[in-house]
């Protein structure tokens, strides 16, 4: 991909800007942590990131994850925010300090049996009901947990969702609200066990929207890379 260097940083600028608006419109006075989807980007290209000053990143394949990490692990914090078959649990672990995808009792076990310490992650949720997403949907999320509960390594940190694509942002807001609202249910019901804190939502398409209603990452990768 060809990317200007100078234009990333000008996207990079416009993007904070527009999420201390967000913050201001919604009373906010902390920032999201700004999540870049680095599949756009070759691992010989990661500098350009760097060199932006970005750090957090998140990467949807294995594989990806892997060589970026390899040549890079110094310089960015990695999460894994694709879909993570149980096969690829090994390849992945190492690599990140959190996977942001998880929604089955399977890689759950799989996470457990593999991490040699506490693992973070998201709960996957989805907030939509959408056939074609994965995730828990929100009224079997109780009972998900409290069976993921005996595994002791794999520490659920908070939810994340992908919203519905549309051409208006406000369409999407209820969804978002859906999920701080699943996020705070959960947190009280697991007090002791799990830290529900985070809130990984919004995307390029959204995330000021997202921001408003209390995501506390957001990830994004064509509103940094446009060319436009």
């Known amino acids: 991909m060809n990317i200007d260097p100078d234009r990333l940083v000008a996207n990079l600028r416009e993007v904070e ?4 608006r967000a913050c201001e419109r919604s009373g906010r006075r902390d920032r999201p942590r700004l999540l ?5 980007l070759a691992p010989e290209e990661m500098s350009l990131l760097s060199g932006a000053g970005i750090r957090l990143v998140g990467e949807n394949r294995a594989d990806e994850l892997e060589a970026k990490w390899r040549r890079w692990g110094a310089e960015f914090e990695f ?34 049996r593999r991490a040699e310490s506490e693992v ?4 996957e949720a989805n907030i939509s009901g959408e056939e074609s997403k994965y995730g828990i949907l929100p009224e079997a999320a109780e009972a998900f947990l409290e069976r993921a ?10 939810c994340m969702t992908m ?11 209820p969804f978002f609200r ?4 699943l996020r705070d249910r959960l947190a009280s ?30 990830r994004l990768g064509s509103a940094l890379f446009s060319s436009t």
């Open 163 to 173: 919203a519905p694509l549309v051409a208006d942002p406000e369409a999407v807001r």
């Open 79 to 112: 999460h894994f925010i694709g879909h993570l078959q149980s096969r690829k649990v090994r390849q992945v672990l190492p690599c990140v300090t959190m996977i942001q995808s998880v929604e089955s009792l399977s890689l759950v076990e799989e996470l457990d």
């Open 189 to 218: 019901v697991f007090s002791g066990r799990y830290e529900f804190t985070e809130l990984s939502m919004g995307m390029s398409n959204d995330y000021q929207v997202a921001v408003e209603e209390g995501a506390t990452i957001v």
């Open 17 to 20: 800007r527009r999420i201390e």
């Open 178 to 181: 859906g999920l701080r609202e």
């Open 120 to 123: 973070r992650v998201l709960l």
């Open 36 to 40: 870049v989807a680095s599949k756009y």
């Open 149 to 158: 509960a005996a595994y002791r390594k794999v520490m659920f940190s908070g």
